[in-house]
């Protein structure tokens, strides 16, 4: 049985552009499906979009792009009137809304990370619905998210939700944009994300919605690898979980098999590494078979990480081969790569550990 649910509604639903406001009797509508699922045992996380989109009109921001400082703006204009359309729609229906605005940098540092799945859990115990969005007015270029859907999947990997439901304007993935091609098939069921699926992404939108195919399929990535089932489906109707639960088509993601653990989940998930390895022939196949990164399968290292960033590893051919916690800084890393590990004193002064990446700081994609 489902325990947990994430889900995310895109500013297209949550906002009536024309008159910018909130659409109140389709928030009620969300409201009275989250009471309805919490009523059969089932916790609901939601994820809001919707701030930059409500405060536009108001400020009149109604260019299709706003400049950074503008949407950090808007979305502090927008994000009171957002907490309050969700709080009131909630509490219509009995239910507590507890706002949660978090930034790149408390998913990606590990201890502002357990701190924000330690007030999720406890929100959660007490009973409340959290309503999250990104923190939009300090979150600066280099630390955004700009999505909502990769702050959903990655709170959906904080709190190990069973199931991630992206709510947006299609009702799934398909072989191709079905607003160009007429033959573009409806995708039902993801199994596995190859390659070509990731490729269906496809260029972000313009205008009012940040994410498109593109930003879901990356979703769908540290959702899936995470042990989570993650679903594309139609929000715009009335009542959309209701809907969804009753059979409407969308797109399920399945979860990759042999879960990891939260620690390895979190490093997966870590969306801007510090730098990388690459890696050679040799060293990509010891790790396949669940070896540690040793400093002579190193043939490269690149950026100016610390000891413990998570850094990628790369194949020859620049292939995303894993991602992990280094041993070393990129100085060292430089110093040591090529050599083999009984000459890392000899190099450095000091005997540090034998691996560059440990395989148990290590998660392979
Ligand atoms: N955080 C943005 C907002 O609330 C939306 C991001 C997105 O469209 O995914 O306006």
New binding site residues.
Partial sequence: MTRLIVMKL??ALVVDAKRAEPRTAWLHGVAADIAATRARGTQIIVV??????LARHALRLTQARLRLEEKQAA?AV??IR?AQAWSEALGAHGLVAAQLLLTLGDTEDRRRYLNARATLRTLLSLGCVPVI??N?SVATAEIRF????R?AARVAEMVQADQLILFSDIDGLYSADPKIDPHAAHIAEVAVLTPEIEAMGGDPPAGY???GMR?KLLAARIATQAGTAMAIALGHRDNPLAALEGGARCTWFLPAPGGRSARKNWIAGVLQPAGAYTVDAGAARALARGGSLLPVGVRAVSGGFAQGDAVLVLGVAGERVGQGLTAYDAEDAMRIAGRRSEEIEALLGWRGRDEVIHRDDLVLF
């Fill in positions: 895109g500013s809001s979009s919707g701030a930059i989109a979305a927008g994000q957002l969005n990104e939009d700009g999505d909502n859907d702050l919605s940040s994410g930003t």
